[in-house]
């Protein structure tokens, strides 16, 4: 059994690993030149945990995890406005949050998937069309004469997926904005780092929210959500400039460190009435991206492509794809649609447009300090991871 994986990110990669462990020949291309050393840190709790805990692959995670120590919103003057324990996120999410450099997982995924025999990572190779015949899938890198042949293609080619556009039409049929952008960067402030300590820190702030934690080596990992505006420059550190100066000298120091052109996208959702057509399944954010704000791609991501992998990998005739990856969609749909109505619920309240939504937001930050109000965001979080 084939299968051919576009993208070697976080579904692409465990994906790979569990069809490779259950015997089957996989070749994963990704369009980079090689592994991603930028990004941005991810809260990893819920369902991708526990598929995380089940097929073997939680240890090595949290080998690469991060402690952080809390949460926190802070004024102009860098004071702490609200502030939520990790301990207390932890438990409110189920009993196990770790907080992940997405470069640092990926690695941690690659490495295990590169210990797989039949698993092949080809760097710089670009899945951009599809073609299907006789129960097999054939795709195009745009080189001549290179390409490959699979009896399933998973694309796990992210927001933008290719294969998306080339078996299911056009992105903007799918894509629904959330009228927000997000630039993330590292850069290397030990200073800053140490006036971090072991907190995630936002802003507190209208139009644009900052946000950093503090990695190791004395480097710092920053975060700008923002809502772009007609004539905003066409530069992304001109932009992120324009539209977040003056939130704070902290926020002021990371856009002075900002590069010319780091990682600066739509906040958006991919949402489709379905993510299987023929040989061809869709696989994390290509498929059902939930948006940065539900604070789940990453995990979904993990357990959609260890829920795939359970469902594909024990087969032994081509035959019986199809019905596999029909049982895949019914059984994914409920959990990405509950995580994307989560994120949508998330995207009205994280970027306050007017200052009676800021003060509003205020006030519900430090109630969540209340032991009412605490069981129900419980009650709220642990129905979502339910789901
Ligand atoms: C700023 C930010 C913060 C986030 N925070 C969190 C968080 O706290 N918690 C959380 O769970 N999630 C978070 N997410 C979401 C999470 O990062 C994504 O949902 C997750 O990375 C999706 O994984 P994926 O494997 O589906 O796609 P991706 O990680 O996007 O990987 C797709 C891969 O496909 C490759 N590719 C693209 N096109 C092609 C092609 N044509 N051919 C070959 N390869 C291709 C790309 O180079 C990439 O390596 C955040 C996202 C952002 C942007």
Known sequence: MRAVIAGAGIAGLVAARQLGLAGWQVDVLERGPGPREDGYMMDFFGPGVHAAQEIGLYDTLAAVAYRVVAAAYVDARGRETAR????????????????????????????????????????GVRASGVDEQSGRVFVNTGEPGHSFTADVLIGADGLHSAVRQAVFGPEQRYLRDLGMRAAAYIVHEPRLNELIGGRFLLTDSLGCTAACYGLRDGRVAALLVYRPAPGDPQQVRERLRARCAGLGELPDR?????????????????????????????????????????????????????????????????????????????????TVDSAQAAGRRAAANFLPQTRTRLLMRRWVLRAAGLPLVDRIIARQISAQIAR
């Not at 025999?117 to 080809?122: A, D, I, K």
């Open 254 to 334: 990371l856009l002075a460190l900002c590069p010319a052109d780091p990682y600066d996208d739509v906040v958006a959702q991919v949402v489709m009435p379905r993510c299987v057509s023929g040989r061809t399944v869709l696989l994390g954010d290509a498929g059902g991206a939930v948006s940065l704000l539900a604070g789940q791609g990453g995990s979904l991501a993990v357990a959609g492509a260890a829920r795939l992998a359970g469902l594909l990998g024990p087969l032994r005739q081509t035959e019986r794809i199809p019905s596999a990856l029909a049982d895949f969609e019914q059984r994914w749909r409920p």
């Open 84 to 123: 939520l324990d990790y301990a207390r996120f932890s438990r409110l999410a189920g009993g196990d949050v770790l907080s992940l450099l997405r470069p640092d997982m990926e690695e941690a995924l690659r490495r295990e998937a590169g210990l797989v025999p039949g698993v092949r990572l080809h760097y």
